[in-house]
Nanobody
Framework: QVQLVESGGGLVQPGGSLRLSCAASGFSLDYFTVGWFRQAPGKEREAVSCISSSDPNMAYAESVKDRFTISRDSAKNTVYLQMNNLKPEDTGVYYC???????????????????????WGEGTLVTVSS
């Protein structure tokens, strides 16, 4: 079965850390640009971070720079999002998506591509609260 599955969400206090995982089955993530997106209650989905399929080209939203790190593990066919110094405004459902043709800049900055991306996961909830 071809799918993306996110995991690692949960409840964390402000200043805490979480690591999200995006595991692929049925295809190799090595050939895909992968992005993490989030959607807070009542808000539109936004890009958080994206990573290219080949050379280590990555992009981050300004709000998460220097706090979040995206990475790949080819052996596990998984992309991670390490989130440090979490803030209440980081709360939301986090989704990963993969696309074979989009470059990092397009995936992370052009919202009109969201509907056409090849694969989306079901999401994992992150709640940052004291």
């Amino acid at each position: 079965q071809v799918q993306l599955v996110e995991s690692g969400g949960g409840l964390v206090q402000p200043g805490g850390s979480l690591r999200l995982s995006c595991a692929a089955s049925g295809f190799s993530l090595d050939y895909f640009t992968v992005g993490w997106f989030r959607q807070a209650p009542g808000k539109e989905r936004e890009a958080v971070s994206c990573i290219s399929s080949s050379d280590p080209n990555m992009a981050y939203a300004e709000s998460v720079k220097d706090r979040f790190t995206i990475s790949r593990d080819s052996a596990k066919n998984t992309v991670y999002l390490q989130m440090n110094n979490l803030k209440p405004e980081d709360t939301g459902v986090y989704y990963c998506a993969a696309d074979y043709t989009l470059i990092v800049e397009a995936m992370c900055k052009l919202t009109h591509y969201y509907a056409s991306m090849d694969y989306w996961g079901e999401g994992t909830l992150v709640t940052v609260s004291s």
